[in-house]
């Protein structure tokens, strides 16, 4: 099924260790983005990217890496992962646009440190 | 800058109750406002969007129209089911070039009773 697929689903990680959340696209979307959902936050704004080789910073960037080398990948590195880092992360799509234009999600990465 | 108020939840509703989640915004330019769904244990899902003032945007028996004298964007349904429990997010975006940024609000947790 078309969509955006995130893996991995789980993650626990210790403080201090690197990983990589890794999201996918089929649907030729150029626009591409991480966020963070916390309990009483809403959803935050990471980063994110308008096409391959283009990625800009979000509302929160600090602690993570994006890089987007097709269009269809956009993966999210936490590089020294902290307690703080702990959340549900979602990756989003849509086409490059007006600021109309839909998002369509993946089904979320649940990330513990601990 | 931009943001989204939602009301403070959770909200608990008997079966064919009828729902109103409100939402106010502030946006620099035009915005268009959506409200999306996120059912226990998935992603983000477009529920419903509206592009320009008094716009009515509908879905599933739910409403919201886009108020600019009131800046307000407030969710209805006249008889919720079992089914519609989930959280409930209201946000906007303001068209900036090639960008599609949402600006969420904290959501809603929706749980509706038999």
């Known amino acids: 099924n078309a969509g955006v697929t995130q893996t991995p689903k789980f993650q626990v990680l210790k403080t201090g260790q690197s990983m990589t959340l890794q999201c996918a696209q089929d649907?030729?979307?150029?626009?591409m983005s991480w966020y963070r959902q916390d309990p009483g936050m809403g959803l935050r704004l990471i980063h994110y990217?308008?096409?391959?080789?283009?990625?800009d910073q979000g509302e929160v960037p600090n602690g993570y890496n994006v890089s987007r080398s097709t269009t269809e990948d956009f993966p999210l590195r936490l590089l020294s992962a902290a307690p703080s880092q702990t959340s549900v992360y979602f990756c989003?799509?849509?086409?490059?646009?007006?600021?109309?234009?839909?998002?369509?999600f993946g089904a979320g990465s649940r990330l513990t440190v601990l | 800058g931009n943001s989204v108020t939602q009301m403070e939840g959770p909200v608990t509703l008997s079966e064919e109750a009828f729902l109103t989640i409100n939402c106010t915004y502030t946006a620099t330019g035009y915005p268009s406002l959506f409200w999306y769904v996120q059912y226990p244990g998935e992603g983000l899902q477009l529920l419903l969007k509206?592009?320009?003032?008094?716009d009515k945007g509908s879905n599933k028996g739910f409403e919201a129209t886009y108020r600019k004298e009131t800046t307000s964007f407030h969710l209805e349904k006249g008889s919720v089911q079992v089914s519609d429990s989930a959280v409930y997010f209201c946000a906007l975006s303001v068209p900036t070039g090639a960008n599609s940024k949402l600006t969420f609000g904290k959501g809603i947790t929706l749980s509706v009773r038999p």
């Open positions: 509206a592009t320009k003032a008094d």
């Open positions: 989003a799509s849509s086409y490059a646009n007006s600021g109309a234009n839909v998002l369509t």
């Open positions: 649907m030729n979307h150029e626009y």
């Open positions: 990217s308008v096409g391959a080789g283009i990625t």
